[in-house]
């Protein structure tokens, strides 16, 4: 499965538009994280704990954009994208969804 942030793929045609597919997860914020993070926060520094988990929060939605496009038939994800939103008032959990136009290319 080819994915690409970018509208078309050189060298290659685009014979079906299948259409917009989504991998979505929400993970929540384990305490002890939370309170490494405010406290890093006040000395300032990467947060690697959270970094980390963010990393695997868009490799989680990038395999189920993946499964999404396969099962309904796309050999390609075009224009995919990130969007994350905090839920809830005390952003203890995000959002991470990836999307983008499951096609057919030759």
């Not at 050189?10 to 014979?15: C, L, M, V």
């Not at 990038?62 to 994350?84: H, P, Q, S």
Request: contains cysteine; hydrophobic residues 40%.
């Amino acid at each position: 499965m080819l994915i690409s942030t970018m509208n078309d793929v050189p060298g290659h045609e685009i014979t079906e538009v299948i259409g917009e597919v989504f991998g979505l997860t929400v993970r929540s914020r384990n305490v002890g994280a939370q309170i490494g993070a405010g406290l890093k926060s006040i000395l300032g520094g990467e947060l690697k704990g959270m970094t980390k988990q963010l990393i695997a929060s868009r490799e989680e939605a990038i395999a189920r954009l993946t499964e999404e496009a396969e099962a309904r038939g796309a050999n390609c994800v075009l224009a995919m994208r990130f969007d994350v939103s905090d839920l809830g008032g005390n952003t203890m959990a995000s959002e991470i969804c990836a999307y983008g136009t499951a096609v057919k290319i030759n």
